[in-house]
């Protein structure tokens, strides 16, 4: 373990490995309860400030603390931010928008299912962060013309992405980690995940729906045809056809790029960097109009929890806490039911990267030692990690996006407005999808 | 300008609609009406030329089997206005596909253009857009001259692109130091804009409206949310494609 011996820690002769462990997670519960506190802190400010100190003080170093953030999600978000904003910048998603709301009549029912359908679908095959910074304008935009209040629909389509995503080897960071470190191919994850996350995605909807509509959130509130006529109009405002080719010829491009990126070596973060300046050279837009659109506090939020997690990380919290799960998991269909709740919990806490990353080491070197088939431990990993990210804002990086979407436009998504919408709707569908694998293996064998 | 020669062309399917208020405009013009069918089958062209000569007897109808050959007859007649239907489509279908319309014009940069909205029935208000960089006298002339005869209202606009100023100057000048620059050349364009108008109407001064934002997107919508029939703009300007796919009504497209 290396630790700054020229640290302010190290000066005072408090650079021990047992006194940095415990400060990490001193470090880590004080930004998460900075985090939560809302009212009294930006998140922003809080997790910078988080991570930060802990390089000031010596938990980590600053090469340390650079190896934390994990670059292809910054690289991948910056890029598909840029793709995104010229988009936006050609009036595609007020076209879209339009359209939607033309086909849901204004709805709120209809709009809420079709748009967590059309999100379900989208991430499991695109990135959840790209199909959420995709989806979430035109749903803000269609909500509050509707007069309807936006952030429990922004709320139901982050937890339907999160929910899509599980399904395949490329809709969530998590099952990327899993795919790669497990030596999974991207059919392994259509026979096992995809059916339980069908039925799964099913009963979250029910769910969320059925709490939206207890709460009267579904109530129409425009309900003269001819006003949602004219709310359709006003939502076409001005575009340009020309740079919309443009955009979606790159963005499709893209996304055909990110199904080849194993074969082609190359990270999700540095193609869409890469078609990302493609596009800017391409559509001739002034770069600094379309910077102007990155959700930059987003993130620098990343960036400090990045940090804070890799002081647990390196001061071997993270390794404590896989080899306390790897000594419980004593045989498989009990592990599922373990590894899949206690991946939950840790996911929907602290981001899932470098959980899914910590745990998917400790289940490789299980594979060596255990007299047991292991491999039903890796999809209760993956359903774990990728549902669990729905427990609070920041257990997945999509919700962070979509709060700082939201809060561009007005709309701020508070830290427990989305606990109490995500929390019964993680308890759910990962009860489902963990009954489901362990049924699988009952009845077909390990 | 004269309007002596004017043509209507039509690609697979005649538009009965567009038919009657192109007639309707080289009427105004005060000259008749020349067809152009193109890739239409025998039987469909036979039934065109009856229910034309109907209406019009002295309509002269051509056909072509193909863009090339309909395109080298408009280069040998030289007509002073091709009108052509220009199909109603939806903007996210528009992203994939270009209308026949927009096909058939591509090149054609030596006659005035009218792509008539396939559901336009009339031609009465009219905007035309002075670009600042391409607009010339002899264009705003063409177009007084078709709209004079042919509308009953019509207004003369020019599009400032503010932001587009404002980032291009903040990046040398101070943020303050520059929205004064543009504050500045925002009056200085619509001078010269106005002055422009005015040597081309000999003297006459014509209102002109002013708007500000991205001129390709701004103008279509304006001309779109406030009543216009027709939109016109010159050959020459920057994002010509733009303009036409942005528009979602009639819009000429003028020698300058």
């Known amino acids: ?446 | 300008m004269e309007f002596k020669k004017n043509v209507f062309v039509q690609i697979e399917k005649f538009n009965w609609k567009n038919f009657s208020l192109a007639k309707d405009i080289a009427q105004k013009l005060g000259n008749g009406l020349y067809i152009v069918l193109v890739s239409f089958d025998k039987e469909e062209e036979e039934k065109i030329r009856k229910e034309v000569s109907k209406v019009c007897p002295n309509n002269k109808i051509n056909s072509f089997s193909s863009f090339g050959e309909a395109k080298t007859f408009l280069e040998d007649f030289k007509p002073t206005l091709v009108m052509l239907s220009q199909e109603k489509i939806n903007p996210l279908l528009h992203i994939f596909k270009h209308t026949d319309a927009e096909k058939f014009i591509k090149g054609l940069n030596n006659f005035n253009i009218l792509l008539l909205w396939e559901e336009a029935e009339k031609a009465e208000k009219i905007l035309i857009n002075i670009d600042y960089e391409t607009a010339t006298e002899k264009y705003i002339q063409i177009a007084y001259s078709f709209t004079s005869k042919v509308a009953k209202e019509f207004s003369f606009i020019y599009s400032f692109y503010e932001s587009f100023y404002e980032h291009m100057l903040m990046k040398t000048h101070a943020d303050e130091e520059a929205k004064q620059l543009v504050a500045e050349m925002f009056k200085e364009h619509i001078l010269e804009v106005k002055n422009l108008l005015k040597r081309a109407l000999g003297g006459e001064d014509l209102p002109l409206l002013v708007i500000k934002g991205d001129p390709k997107k701004e103008v279509p919508y304006y001309s779109r949310t406030h009543g216009y029939d027709i939109l016109i703009i010159n050959h020459s300007i920057e994002n010509k494609e733009s303009y036409i796919e942005n528009t979602e009504n009639s819009i000429g497209i003028f020698l300058d």
């Open chain 1, 1 to 446: 373990m290396e630790h700054n011996t020229h640290s302010i820690l190290g000066l005072l002769g408090l650079n021990s490995h047992e006194f940095i462990y415990w400060l990490s997670i001193v470090l880590f519960i004080g930004t998460y309860a900075m985090i939560v506190l809302e009212k009294v802190f930006h998140r922003v400010p809080a997790a910078l400030l988080g991570g930060f100190l802990a390089i000031f003080i010596g938990v980590i170093t600053p090469k340390q603390a650079w190896e934390s953030i994990d670059h292809n999600t910054i690289f991948l978000l910056i890029g598909m931010m840029i793709i995104v904003s010229i988009l936006i910048e050609s009036g595609f998603f007020s076209i879209l928008s339009a359209l939607a709301l033309k086909i849901t009549k204004g709805n709120p029912f209809k709009i809420i299912l079709t748009f967590t359908m059309l999100t379900a679908v989208l991430s499991a095959f695109l990135d959840n962060v790209t199909t959420v910074l995709f989806m979430v304008p035109i749903l803000i935009s269609i909500t509050a013309k509707l007069k309807l209040k936006p952030v429990p629909y922004v709320i139901a389509t982050v937890l339907a992405s999160n929910i899509g995503g599980t399904a395949t080897l490329i809709g969530d960071p998590p099952n990327i980690i899993i795919g790669s470190l497990g030596g999974f191919t991207f059919m392994d994850f259509i026979v096992n995940l995809a059916p339980i996350v069908l039925i799964t995605h099913i009963i979250g909807t029910i769910v969320f729906i059925g709490m939206m509509k207890m709460q009267g959130l579904l109530e129409p509130q425009v309900k003269d045809p001819k006003e949602i006529e004219r709310i359709v109009e006003e939502q076409r405002i001005e575009f340009d056809i020309v740079l919309m080719r443009k955009g979606l010829i790159v963005f499709g491009i893209t996304i055909i790029l990110f199904f080849l990126h194993h074969i082609l070596h190359l990270e999700a973060g540095t193609i869409a960097l890469f078609m990302a300046s493609v596009l800017l050279l391409w559509s001739k837009e002034d770069p600094e109009k379309i910077f102007e659109r990155v959700e930059w506090t987003t993130l620098m939020f990343f960036l400090g929890l990045f940090i804070v997690i890799g002081g647990l990380e390196h001061s071997g919290v993270f390794e404590d806490v896989a080899h306390f799960v790897a000594g419980i998991l004593t045989d498989p269909m009990s592990g599922i039911l373990i590894l899949g709740s206690l991946s939950a919990i840790i996911s929907g806490i602290v981001d899932n990267i470098p959980f899914t990353m910590a745990m998917s080491y400790v289940l490789i070197d299980l594979a060596k030692t255990a007299s047991f088939n292991v491999e039903p431990l890796w999809w209760a990993l993956a359903l774990g990690a990728c549902l669990g990210g729905n427990l609070t804002i920041i257990g997945a990086s999509a919700n962070v996006v979509a709060a700082g979407l939201a809060e561009r436009e007005g709309y701020p998504i508070k830290f427990f407005d989305f606990v109490k919408q995500g929390t019964p709707v993680t308890i759910v569908t990962v009860i489902v999808a963990l009954g489901l694998l362990y049924l699988k293996y009952l009845i077909f064998g390990l």
